[in-house]
């Protein structure tokens, strides 16, 4: 009977996500190894040699400081990019007149590819802070609006002509009717916004920036030194994961929490 409870309880902890998880990362970690063997440390660290440089960017403190600037930059273009999409995904979504105007703008806004953006922006604005937190934003703005969009014109059109038919009044309707509606659109364009937006981040700050994860990334790219521009690389996957766990899964909590209710 034992054995044969261990047996269920093996069964259940390989089928739970984190096995899958785990695996994932390892079976990763196994490639990136064998990579390493075949091809010239110049062009592949190892993990070993990456690691080792990742834990002296923590130990001499240039890691915090230079997650601190892209960290800062992006929680800033990321927000002013998806407060000017969101709001402009509900006005659209509320008045056709208005959608089919933006429609233009949206398709340029989505087209242009992001180094002309970038390099727009240096032009405009020099080097520092300014160009990396405007190319981020304005890589966020039409991602999402486009969700924004789609999940206001997905609301049930019957409970809308309701809500006419009761006068509803308009900030009602936007929070009682359309904000559960859309919450999980907003949720899936702010995902798909803050990857896209890393990788905008790290472009501009490799380009036009005294500092940040970009940066330290050019520093290294320039002195040849691979173990530590793989540990930068590193450093910017926990940035998009401190940005997903620590600022979307709130807001998601927030906004579908109608649901548990």
Do not use: C
């Not at 690691?51 to 960017?57: C, I």
């Not at 709001?87 to 979504?93: E, Y």
């Amino acid at each position: 009977m034992g054995n044969k409870q261990r047996g269920i309880n093996w069964l259940k902890w390989f089928n739970h996500r984190i096995f899958f998880i785990v695996s994932g990362a390892l079976a990763t970690v196994l490639v990136w190894q064998i990579l390493s063997m075949i091809f010239p440390r110049i062009i592949i660290a190892s993990p070993a040699s990456t690691f080792v440089a990742l834990l002296n960017l923590a130990t001499d403190g240039s890691l915090w400081r230079q997650l601190g600037y892209s960290l800062l930059r992006l929680l800033i273009g990321l927000g002013i990019g998806s407060m000017v999409g969101i709001g402009l995904g509900v006005v659209a979504g509320l008045n056709r007149r208005i959608q089919l105007f933006l429609e233009p703008m949206r398709w340029v806004a989505m087209t242009v590819p992001a180094i002309i953006i970038t390099v727009l922006a240096l032009l405009w604005f020099g080097i520092g802070s300014a160009p990396v937190i405007f190319m981020t934003a304005v890589i966020t703005v039409p991602i999402t609006y486009v969700n924004t969009l789609e999940g206001m014109l997905a609301v049930d059109a019957r409970i809308i002509e309701m809500s006419a038919v009761y006068r509803i009044p308009t900030g009602m309707r936007l929070r009682e009717i359309y904000l559960p509606g859309i919450g999980s659109a907003i949720m899936a364009g702010l995902t798909l916004a803050s990857g896209v937006g890393v990788r905008a981040l790290i472009l501009a700050e490799f380009m036009g920036a005294r500092n940040g994860v970009g940066h330290s990334l050019f520093i290294a790219w320039t002195f040849l030194d691979t173990p530590a521009l793989f540990a930068w690389i590193l450093v910017a996957f926990g940035l998009l994961g401190l940005v997903e766990f620590g600022v979307l899964r709130p807001i998601r909590d927030y906004l579908t929490r109608w649901k548990r209710t």
